[in-house]
């Protein structure tokens, strides 16, 4: 069946280094994927997303990557601050116009050592 | 900036007893959804809501459940009789009809079923 999963639960990174999380996921269909960024207390926060008709997407201190040949996407963060700790989701949209239809993946927890 | 707001932030009731969570969405969007989050696990989709009716409900939204847009802002989720297992953070969320559709999320409103 369709599964969006992570392969590491938690991450510990010193502060300043970079950051990378990482994700597989099943349906080879599948062609639009999300990172959301969930703080303690606090609901997802979109971060960044890319289609399957790329493999690389920038954003500021982000950058997503996919690799559809082995189904794996990854969330890289440049310079991680503390204020990036947090649990961090790919998900899966396959919702189509303003429909959204997103399927989370099991989160990784980044710790941001100071 | 625009944002989901959901009262209450935290309820705790006792099993069996009806809830009623309540969302407004931002105000220029016209789907909306509940999300359900049990405690250290992923982000579940419930139901989703456009044009005043259900567009899609997972599995875990059964008869138990219901939502309403009982005016031109409000968005409720009424769990009829809770149970120890619904004891979870609910999100409410929202995204516009057009456009790259973000779904934007509240804060939360944490259930406690005793």
């Known amino acids: 069946g369709e599964n969006v999963g992570l392969h590491l639960p938690t991450l510990s990174v010193q502060e300043g280094d970079n950051s990378i999380i990482n994700c597989a996921y099943s349906?080879?269909?599948?062609?639009?994927f999300i990172w959301y960024k969930q703080e303690s207390g606090k609901g997802p926060q979109f971060i960044i997303d890319i289609r399957s008709n790329m493999d690389k997407r920038q954003g500021q201190r982000v950058t997503v990557l996919l690799n559809k040949t082995v189904k794996h996407l990854s969330l890289q963060i440049a310079a991680t601050q503390p204020g990036d700790s947090a649990v961090y989701f790919c998900?899966?949209?396959?919702?189509?116009?303003?429909?959204?239809?997103?399927?989370f993946g099991i989160g990784t927890k980044l710790q941001v050592i100071p | 900036e625009p944002e989901v707001t959901q009262t209450p932030s935290h309820q705790v009731t006792q099993m069996g007893q009806e809830v009623i969570l309540r969302c407004v969405p931002i105000s220029n969007h016209l789907y909306f959804y509940w999300y359900r989050q049990i405690l250290g696990q992923k982000v579940e989709f419930l139901v989703s809501f456009y044009n005043n009716e259900i567009s899609e409900k997972s599995e875990i939204f059964d008869d138990q459940f219901s939502v309403e847009r009982p005016d031109g802002s409000n968005f409720t989720l009424k769990i009829r009789s809770t149970k120890l297992e619904d004891s979870a953070m609910y999100f409410c969320?929202?995204?516009?009809?057009?456009?790259?559709?973000?779904?934007?999320f509240g804060e939360g409103s944490r259930l406690t079923v005793l």
């Open positions: 969320a929202s995204s516009e009809v057009v456009g790259a559709g973000e779904l934007f």
């Open positions: 998900a899966e949209n396959t919702g189509s116009g303003g429909y959204q239809k997103v399927t």
């Open positions: 349906n080879s269909a599948s062609d639009y």
